[in-house]
């Protein structure tokens, strides 16, 4: 059977030429229709065959109970030998993967080994101004800067990477990031799948010179060449017939992923940036835009040896990560139903702050600047801020120092998602949209920023000081 029979499973079946629900002329008439329509979930990309795929790389785990973090140049096997020279947390390109447990303390230090200024910022995570690692904090080549923080949140997938003002997109780019999962009590009571079916997918773009990532983009932002996931170029990865965990994480400077399944399977979404939705949600297609994360159950229950489906991006047509089949049976998992508890934040009707995320520098008309206090927010009030696309767009709105739900979106999509349920800290912006969101400041005072997180947006100023007081 080719991949295309595969891909193509729900339409067609047997051997070319005795296709039972389509004959192969209709097939191909179908398939004229579509041509130019990449948004068709079953259509394989051209030449996909052709292609050699290499083993998914899955990030090795680290403790965050004293840790040395190493930011410097290494070289990473992209796969098929293919090695570049990055720029990577202790030589990983992802880098290693922090699991740490709600109610402890982390403590640990970067060390920068590499040529310029650097920082490391806890994306998601809600910590103290000086642990926080944003743009204020960074540390000169050949120093290094100690961290101790509480986890005082729920479980999530987290992130951490580089946020020196002005030099964040190249450090990125070049592979410094990596995933930080934090576990808790309610987490471990929906039996979720774990070990090696729990897996996370840190997924971007890239553009190679000769065999080496480049970096080089304008104020509009990166645009590659090549998907990536966990740093492998055309990458697969066997699953065994169950449930799988996916923990994803739009890893990119600057695009938006519409990730769906070849075979036009759902996702099962359990969470987002910030933990647990309330319910779970089943979709065919999911928008992520650059910093937001997913939780994800597949089902590859019958996924037979060697079947295989495809994760795909349908805005860039790209194949992302091919599932294949090994035809062992995995444990079973009973997917959740009912999600751990979340309070729904109450709050003012009109926007207590609006911001206007202007061109691919500016919020309210202004760059950023590292001394000047852009706005003060009271400690432990609900707040309504409206943030408005000025064009230029997608602008994914990040914002340190707390998690926010999202509560409406006007033009553009015009509606919320299923995936932006719960607890966020980035939500996508598209052109022509306007969000509001609920925010309470209840971790800590100080200072903290709000930025776009298109990685050249937030280079070239699109970030905003403000002081929790
Ligand atoms: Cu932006």
């Not at 097939?27 to 068709?40: E, H, M, P, R």
């Amino acid at each position: 059977m080719t991949q295309t029979h595969r891909l193509f499973g729900p339409f067609v079946s047997g051997e070319a030429g005795h296709d039972r629900f389509l004959t192969r002329r209709a097939f191909l008439q179908t398939s004229a229709l579509l041509a130019g329509s990449v948004a068709f979930v079953g259509m394989p990309s051209p030449g996909a065959a052709q292609v050699t795929r290499n083993p998914l790389k899955i990030p090795p785990t680290a403790s965050p109970y004293g840790f040395n973090l190493t930011c410097g140049p290494a070289t990473s096997d992209l796969g098929g030998g293919t090695i570049s020279n990055v720029l990577a947390y202790n030589g990983q390109f992802p880098g290693p993967t922090f699991i740490g447990w709600r109610g402890d303390t982390i403590f640990g230090r970067i060390i920068n080994n590499l040529s310029e200024e650097t920082i490391t910022h806890w994306h998601g995570m809600v910590v103290d101004h000086e642990n926080d690692g944003g743009p204020h904090h960074t540390v000169i080549p050949g120093a290094s800067r100690n961290y101790k923080f509480p986890i005082i949140q729920r479980a999530a997938l987290n992130w951490y990477h580089p946020h020196p003002h002005m030099m964040t997109a190249r450090q990125v780019n070049l592979g410094l990031a990596g995933a930080f999962i934090v576990r808790d009590a309610e987490e471990m009571k929906l039996k979720l799948p774990f070990g090696p079916y729990e897996v996370p997918l840190i997924i971007r773009d890239a553009t190679l010179r000769g065999n080496n990532l480049d970096y080089n983009a304008p104020a509009s932002g990166f645009n590659g060449r090549l998907p990536m996931v966990n740093g492998t170029l055309n990458p697969k990865l066997n699953v065994d017939r169950g449930y799988y965990r996916f923990r994803v994480l739009n890893g990119a400077n600057a695009r938006v992923f519409r990730l769906a399944l070849s075979n036009g399977a759902p996702f099962r979404v359990i969470g987002n940036d910030g933990g647990f939705l309330p319910a779970p949600v089943s979709v065919t297609q999911i928008t992520l835009g650059m910093g937001e994360r997913l939780d994800l159950l597949v089902d590859f229950r019958t996924l037979a040896a060697g079947a295989t489906v495809m994760l795909r991006c349908l805005d860039a047509g790209w194949d992302l990560l091919q599932f294949v089949g090994t035809g062992v049976t995995a444990p079973t998992v009973v997917p959740p139903t009912i999600m751990p508890k979340i309070e729904t934040l109450v709050g003012p009707s009109v926007p207590t702050r609006t911001f206007s995320f202007d061109g691919m520098s500016r919020i309210n008309g202004q760059e950023f600047d590292m001394n000047r206090t852009d706005f003060t927010v009271p400690f432990g009030v609900v707040e309504r801020w409206r943030f408005v696309s000025g064009g230029n767009g997608p602008h994914p709105i990040h914002v340190h120092g707390a998690s926010f739900q999202v509560v409406s979106r006007s033009g553009g999509r015009g509606a919320l998602m299923p995936w932006e349920a719960g607890w966020k800290d980035t939500v996508l912006l598209l052109d022509g949209e306007s969000v509001d969101i609920l925010i309470r400041f209840d971790g800590y005072r100080g200072l903290y920023v709000l930025h776009c997180h298109l990685l050249e947006h937030e280079d070239h100023g699109m970030m905003a000081n403000f002081v929790v007081v």
